[in-house]
Nanobody, 124 residues
């Protein structure tokens, strides 16, 4: 089992920045890819970004590619999502996820473990 705990959410003004963290515990050696997803009120969950823990290759949704950066610190079992130039449409609950296969994917059903989420609210 892998446990994931997100932190760093909160209220931020449009144009501002925020960094989310996802701390993993448990059988973390079984996780090869970590991802961030988000779900806005009344909308379906959507993919944001993913990173391979080995090698660090990344994959972004086009809506965030120039503004968000995913990174990892394997020594700390932590993945980060640096969010810059935030927009009101970025308001959502952000979820961290882990999968036990080593290729990047944007499909949520291909992730095995999920955190509880952290709320990010961007005011206009």
């Amino acid at each position: 089992q892998v446990q994931l705990v997100e932190s760093g959410g909160g209220l931020v003004q449009a144009g501002g920045s925020r960094r989310l963290s996802c701390a993993a515990s448990g059988h973390t050696f079984s996780s090869y890819v970590m991802g961030w997803f988000r779900q806005a009120p009344g909308k379906e969950r959507e993919f944001v970004a993913a990173i391979r823990l080995s090698g660090g290759s990344t994959y972004y949704d086009v809506s965030v590619k120039s503004r968000f950066t995913i990174s990892r610190d394997n020594a700390k079992n932590t993945v980060y999502l640096q969010m810059n130039s935030l927009k009101p449409e970025d308001t959502a609950v952000y979820y961290c996820a882990a999968r036990t296969r080593d290729w990047l994917t944007r499909r949520g059903d291909e992730y095995n473990y999920w955190g509880q989420g952290t709320q990010v609210t961007v005011s206009s």
